[in-house]
């Protein structure tokens, strides 16, 4: 667990493999969204993983029968200090920067950042909520692409 004064832990597991650079910086702006969204990190945990990894997860956990690009579980046991899960499905991620045009990496980072914000308390429910959500994952890759400079 760190002490008050340390880099929160963020951890990436691949139960799949994917070219994914630059990984330090990416949990520097994860740990800085968590600032800026004035939401305390405790430590975050991603797992990449396939489709059928995650529809499994989706119908154990969620009674969901479908696939998903992304299921993140709230593990904090205080209300003072965000610890969590984000599984990420790269066949999702990969068919899904196909559709809109994107690369890869582009629909991994919004996908990562995403995950974050739920934690931060955005949701996407309603389309209003969702916009919010897109706003939010955008100016995250934009501050993101600001910093690969």
């Given at each position: 667990?760190?002490?008050?004064?340390?880099?929160?832990?963020?951890?990436?597991?691949?139960?799949?493999?994917?070219?994914?650079?630059?990984r330090?910086?990416?949990?520097?702006v994860?740990?800085?969204?968590?600032?800026?969204?004035?939401?305390?990190?405790?430590?975050?945990?991603?797992?990449f993983?396939?489709?059928?990894y995650?529809?499994?997860?989706?119908?154990?956990?969620?009674n969901h029968?479908?696939?998903?690009?992304?299921?993140?579980?709230d593990?904090?046991?205080?209300?003072r200090?965000?610890?969590?899960?984000?599984?990420?499905?790269v066949?999702?991620?990969?068919?899904?920067?196909?559709?809109?045009?994107?690369?890869?990496?582009?629909?991994?980072?919004?996908?990562?950042?995403?995950?974050?914000?739920?934690?931060?308390?955005?949701?996407?429910?309603?389309?209003?909520?969702e916009?919010?959500?897109?706003k939010?994952?955008?100016?995250?890759?934009k501050y993101?692409?600001?910093?690969?400079?």
């Open positions: 667990m760190p002490k008050n004064n340390s880099t929160p832990p963020i951890h990436f597991h691949f139960l799949e493999p994917i070219t994914f650079t630059q330090t910086l990416v949990k520097e994860i740990r800085d969204l968590f600032k800026k969204e004035k939401t305390k990190l405790e430590q975050l945990r991603y797992i993983c396939s489709d059928e995650l529809l499994q997860i989706n119908k154990e956990h969620l029968n479908y696939y998903t690009d992304i299921i993140t579980f593990l904090s046991e205080s209300p200090a965000t610890t969590g899960e984000i599984y990420i499905s066949d999702r991620v990969r068919d899904n920067a196909q559709n809109y045009e994107v690369s890869f990496k582009h629909e991994l980072l919004r996908v990562i950042f995403h995950g974050a914000l739920h934690l931060c308390g955005y949701k996407d429910k309603s389309s209003k909520e916009q919010l959500m897109r939010a994952e955008d100016k995250y890759l993101y692409l600001s910093k690969v400079k």
